[in-house]
């Protein structure tokens, strides 16, 4: 079974300039999340959706990060400006067959975003 | 706020040593989960704990959970290098979001 799917990798980009990360899955997972890790810390998280919808985005810096999931599959996180601060990897991670609430979240490698 | 802290947050260990890396939470939760994370890697799972009393083992660390006291333990057994990496525990809130604790860096020296 492939894992979650993440690109790209790595990223470097100026402050004020925008991005945009791409997160694909496991196949059949219902619920998608987006956390943050900033070095040396635990990953915190952005945002959640079930299907299409949102469940949670209450961590989400709504007036530069942005973030959609289009056809309940794969999902676009965007940050338009960024802020020296943005510098972190982000993570996307998925569960579950049927959206159910017991199921193990499964990583992805994550994109190293560094904000010069 | 649900909240996740773990101690210590650096861990030195000699091989063949046993320790126990300690995460507390704040509010109740129905479960508990172990990741590992290695140097510019992503979160690899190693356990969920859902009941109180629960214990896992998987090689040399066993991992077990007292819901009334909101503390789970990971213990590790007679460590070797390979077991050198951030240890995170999680508690998982309302809508299954995941809560983090500030992790455990454990490096074992030969």
């Known amino acids: 079974e492939a894992g979650v799917a993440q690109s790209p990798r790595y990223k470097i980009i100026e402050k004020r300039q925008s991005v945009a990360f791409w997160c694909n899955p496991i196949?059949?997972?219902?619920?998608l999340y987006w956390y943050q890790q900033i070095l040396g810390q635990g990953p915190k998280l952005l945002i959640q959706?079930?299907?299409?919808?949102?469940?949670?985005d209450s961590q989400l810096p709504k007036d530069r990060f942005s973030a959609e999931r289009l056809k309940g599959v794969d999902s676009t996180l965007k940050i338009q400006p960024a802020k020296l601060e943005d510098s972190a990897v982000y993570l996307c991670?998925?569960?579950?067959?049927?959206?159910?609430?017991?199921?193990?979240?499964?990583f992805g490698p994550g994109t190293r975003l560094l904000v010069l | 706020e649900l909240k996740v802290e773990q101690n210590p947050l650096f861990l030195s260990m000699q091989e063949g040593k046993n320790y126990t890396i300690y995460c507390n939470y704040s509010t109740t939760s129905d479960r508990l989960y172990w990741y590992r994370q290695d140097p510019g890697k992503s979160l690899e799972s190693l356990f969920v704990?859902?009941?109180?009393?629960a214990v896992k083992q998987e090689g040399r660390l066993m991992a077990s959970l007292d819901t009334k006291a909101r503390l789970s333990t990971l213990h590790i057994t007679a460590a070797v290098h390979d077991l050198s990496a951030t240890y995170f525990c999680?508690?998982?809130?309302?809508?299954?979001?995941?809560?983090f604790g500030t992790g455990t860096l454990l490096a074992v020296q030969p």
């Open positions: 196949s059949g997972h219902a619920t």
């Open positions: 704990l859902l009941s109180n009393g």
């Open positions: 959706f079930q299907n299409n919808g949102v469940v949670d």
């Open positions: 991670a998925s569960s579950g067959l049927a959206g159910g609430r017991k199921e193990t979240q499964y």
């Open positions: 999680a508690v998982a809130g309302a809508t299954n979001k995941l809560i």
